[in-house]
């Protein structure tokens, strides 16, 4: 789906450093959303945004940063409060309630 | 909150055959739900979705079908193919006014050729 941009498509931390995923959505929609995948688990949610200068902390937020200055982008930070940081990441967006979920090619982020 | 439980979590099937994954729901104001489907290394993509004023919902091979009585919804592929081998993610929306849908743990289905 062009809708949604991720990058970078892979990314390596090293001990302490913070690092920022993007993601630029076209679809104008309200609703952004980031995920967090691992290896054959479901999806975890971080944070979620509805609206610009609001979002909410997800079911894992500990160790993650956000903004959403703009509708069309929620980069993710990863700070250095993560201690596990390796994951899968999808950004995902929707439009009003009841509406199918697009999502991002994803960046998998691993520790060096 | 939403709570929703998929099953099973693996499912192992001969090219031809039908394949059947179920997820139950909680809230039972919930009226949308969609079925997601992950390539390995892949995003999620949105496969098909029923809506509670409709009991089942077909796409070629792929059916959703619906139970609000009974709080469940249920994925159908027939005639499975090697290239149907994915995670299989069922949703459903969140309570309120929330954008926030809930998601099943997933079902790995693998077809044998």
């Known amino acids: 789906d062009g809708g949604i941009t991720q990058s970078p498509k892979y990314l390596f931390r090293k001990e302490g450093q913070n690092v920022t995923l993007s993601c630029e959505q076209n679809?104008?929609?309200?609703?952004m959303y980031w995920y967090r995948q691992d290896p054959g688990q479901g999806l975890r949610l971080i944070y979620y945004?509805?609206?610009?200068?609001?979002?909410q902390k997800g079911d894992i937020a500990e160790g993650y940063s956000v903004s959403r200055e703009k509708k069309e982008s929620f980069p993710l930070t990863v700070t250095s409060a993560q201690k596990n940081p390796t994951a899968f990441y999808l950004c995902?967006?929707?439009?009003?309630?009841?509406?199918?979920?697009?999502f991002g090619d994803g960046t998998r982020l691993s520790i060096l | 909150g939403e709570n929703v439980e998929q099953h099973p979590s693996t499912l192992s099937v001969q090219e031809g055959d039908s394949a059947v994954i179920k997820c139950t729901y909680s809230?039972?104001?919930?009226?949308?739900f969609p079925w997601y489907k992950q390539e390995l290394g892949k995003r999620p993509q949105l496969i098909i979705d029923?809506?509670?004023?409709?009991g089942e919902k077909k796409d070629q091979r792929i059916a959703v079908t619906l139970n609000k009585t009974a709080k469940h919804f249920s994925l159908h592929i027939t005639e499975t193919q090697p290239e149907d081998s994915a995670v299989y993610f069922c949703?459903?929306?969140?309570?309120?006014?929330?954008?926030?849908?809930?998601f099943g743990r997933g079902t790995s289905l693998i077809v044998h050729p």
């Open positions: 809230d039972s104001a919930s009226n949308y």
């Open positions: 679809l104008n929609h309200d609703a």
């Open positions: 995902a967006s929707s439009n009003v309630r009841n509406q199918p979920q697009h």
């Open positions: 945004s509805q609206i610009v200068n609001d979002f």
């Open positions: 949703a459903a929306p969140g309570t309120g006014g929330s954008y926030i849908p809930t």
């Open positions: 029923i809506r509670s004023n409709v």
